[in-house]
C-alpha cells in the first residue's frame, strides 16, 4: 500500500499515534483549551491539560472522547489535522490511518470517528477493535488457539475481551475507569474536609498513595489545594487508609458490573481464560495491587502486562506492520471516497 501509515489510538485521556517506523511519533492527552467567547482553541495536548483549572474563566478545556467514542467532533478534527500534520510533515500525501475503537460503539459512532479522520487529512482509514490491538500489544500471538482474557482499565471506560486466532472471541465494555477514582477523590475532600482540589492533584495522589487493597503499612503525601471557606491556598497531609475506601467502592462497583456482564461470555470461553489467567492493561492498571484484587474478586489468576498503558498503541503498530493482521480478519482501509458511500449505508441503518 503506498503512502504513510498513521496509526492512532485516541482514548478519553492519551491521545498516541505512531509510524511503521516510529512507535511513539505523538504521546499526548487528548485535551483542548479554547477560548469560551469564540471556541478558538489555544493549545491541545499536554499544555491544554495545564490550563486546566489554572486559567482565568476566559479558557476553558474539554475532552474530545467521553466513554471512549468522540464527544466533540469540531475539536476532535483539529486535533487530529495537527498531529497529522506534524507526523507527516505536509499536506500532500495523504495518510492511511489505523484507528482503534471500543468494540461496542454503534455504526453512527463508527461514522463520526471514520468523518474525523478523513476531514482531518486522512486519504484512507481502517477501524479496529481496541481490545484486539491491545492483546496484540501486550504479546497473545494472533495465531493462538484457545482463548486469552485481557481487561484493558481506561480512563472512563473498561474493556474486557476474549481473543482467538487473531480474533475477538467475545467482548464487553463496562462504563466505569480510572476517572471515577479520580471524581470520588475529589468529592470526598469537598465534602470531609471543605477543600477544593482539582484533576491534577486527584490523578496525583492516585498514582501516589491509592492500592485497591487495604496497604500493610501506611503511606502519606503533602499536597495542595484550595479552602472551601476563604479560598486560600493551602497545604494538607492525606494518607493510604483515608483515600481506600474511596478508591475500594469504585473498585467494587466495576467488579461488580464486570461480573454481570462474564456472565453473557460462554462457559467455554471463561474456562479458557481460567487456564491462562487474565492480563491487565491499559492506565488503570498502573493502581497499586490492582491484580491482586482481581485475582480474589474473580477467582481467576491476574496478571499487569508490562507497560499496560502503551498496550493498544503497540498492539496498532504491530497490526501496521504486519498486513496479515489485518488481511486474515477482513479488516481494509477504505478510501476517502468510498468512505463517504458508507457514511450514506449508515444514515440508513
Known amino acids: ?22 512507535p511513539n511519533a505523538v504521546d499526548e492527552m487528548s485535551a483542548v483549551a479554547y477560548l469560551s467567547d469564540d471556541n478558538a482553541p489555544v493549545a491541545y495536548g499536554k499544555k491544554a491539560d495545564l490550563l486546566d483549572g489554572r486559567t482565568d474563566t476566559n479558557i476553558s478545556v474539554t475532552k474530545m472522547i467521553t466513554n471512549g467514542v468522540i464527544s466533540d467532533f469540531t475539536f476532535a478534527e483539529k486535533i487530529l489535522t495537527a498531529y497529522f500534520l506534524k507526523v507527516c510533515g505536509n499536506r500532500i500525501y495523504k495518510p492511511n490511518v489505523l484507528v482503534s475503537l471500543p468494540f461496542d460503539v454503534t455504526n453512527i459512532e463508527k461514522k463520526i470517528f471514520l468523518d474525523a479522520v478523513t476531514r482531518a487529512g486522512a486519504g ?8 484486539l490491538a491491545s492483546a496484540l500489544g501486550i504479546g497473545i500471538p494472533h495465531e493462538k488457539i484457545g482463548g486469552r482474557m485481557i481487561i484493558d482499565l481506561g480512563h472512563q471506560t473498561t474493556e474486557m475481551g476474549i481473543i482467538s486466532m487473531g480474533t475477538v472471541a467475545e467482548a464487553t465494555t463496562v462504563r466505569r475507569g480510572s476517572f471515577d477514582i479520580d471524581c470520588a477523590i475529589i ?33 502519606s503525601l503533602m499536597v495542595s489545594g484550595k479552602s472551601g471557606i476563604d479560598e486560600m491556598p493551602i497545604s494538607f ?53 490492582i491484580a491482586e484484587r482481581f ?15 502503551r498496550a493498544r498503541i503497540t498492539g496498532i503498530h504491530k497490526i501496521m506492520r504486519d498486513n496479515s493482521i489485518l488481511e486474515n480478519n477482513g479488516y481494509q482501509f477504505i478510501f476517502k471516497d468510498d468512505i463517504r458511500d458508507r457514511m450514506k449505508k449508515f444514515d440508513k441503518i
Do not use: W
Request: charge should be negative.
Open 295 to 309: 485475582e480474589r474478586e474473580l477467582g481467576i489468576r491476574c496478571s499487569v502486562a508490562e507497560n499496560p498503558e
Open 1 to 22: 500500500m503506498k503512502g504513510m501509515k498513521i496509526g492512532v489510538d485516541l482514548g478519553s485521556y492519551s491521545l498516541r499515534m505512531c509510524t511503521e517506523n516510529n
Open 187 to 219: 468529592k470526598h475532600f469537598k465534602k470531609e474536609r471543605d477543600i477544593i482540589i482539582g484533576p491534577h492533584t486527584a490523578r496525583l495522589i492516585k498514582h501516589k498513595i491509592a492500592s485497591a487493597l487495604k496497604r500493610d503499612c501506611e503511606v
Open 237 to 289: 497531609e492525606i494518607t493510604s487508609t483515608e483515600i481506600f475506601p474511596l478508591v475500594d467502592e469504585q473498585i467494587s462497583m466495576l467488579i461488580s458490573e464486570m461480573r454481570a456482564k462474564l456472565q453473557n461470555i460462554s462457559p467455554e470461553l471463561l474456562g479458557d481464560a481460567a487456564d491462562h489467567g487474565i492480563t491487565l492493561c491499559g492506565g488503570g492498571a498502573l493502581l497499586f495491587d
Open 124 to 131: 484512507r482509514a481502517c477501524l479496529v477493535e481496541g481490545v
